[in-house]
């Protein structure tokens, strides 16, 4: 519903998406940071299910933040995004690819979002943010889908 907010769920590195572009331009010494285990969500997301009134659900996989689109028809304004993690941050360097590119592929540092009303999602950071590493990232809008970036606006 326009006006819900979105909270991300921080990441805990590349997990498995676009493995084949980050192997082929990191640097070997750097492939032990690809193999950072894959945060699950199952905890967190089912304790958030059972407790709160929640709109919209979003594993941030393959496709990065697009898969919010299959959520509803509306659209996302993601203006409160994390720094990117330092493995992101290097792969983009490496690679010369776009800001867009990077959040249409790869998680950014987010894994999972929650969509639901503004005081929930108030009452969820309160009680579970620092513990399950969740912040507001943004909101539910109308239609399209775009981030701010380093203070850019990227439409996906």
């Known amino acids: 519903m326009v006006g819900d907010v ?3 769920l921080a990441s805990s590195g ?3 998406n676009g493995m084949t572009l980050a192997r082929k ?3 070997k010494n750097m492939w032990m940071n ?3 285990p894959t945060k699950i969500y199952v905890k967190e997301v089912l ?3 059972n407790n709160y009134d929640i709109h919209g659900l979003a594993h941030i ?3 990065g933040f697009r898969n919010l689109e299959r959520i509803t028809r509306h659209g996302f304004y993601l203006d ?3 720094e990117a993690h330092m493995i992101f941050r290097k792969i983009k360097e490496n690679a010369g690819v776009s800001d867009e590119e990077m959040y249409k592929t790869f998680n950014m540092g ?3 979002c929650v969509i639901t009303d503004k005081k929930t999602a108030g009452r969820i950071i309160e009680k579970h943010g620092k513990e399950y590493d969740a912040a507001i990232i943004g909101s539910v809008v109308e239609s399209g889908l775009k981030l701010k970036v380093n203070g850019d606006e990227i439409s996906l």
């Open 80 to 82: 409160n995004l994390p």
């Open 61 to 63: 996989t393959g496709s």
């Open 110 to 112: 987010v894994g999972f």
């Open 34 to 36: 690809l193999l950072t």
């Open 14 to 16: 590349v997990h498995s």
């Open 47 to 49: 304790n958030i299910l």
């Open 6 to 8: 979105v909270i991300g």
């Open 25 to 27: 331009v990191l640097p």
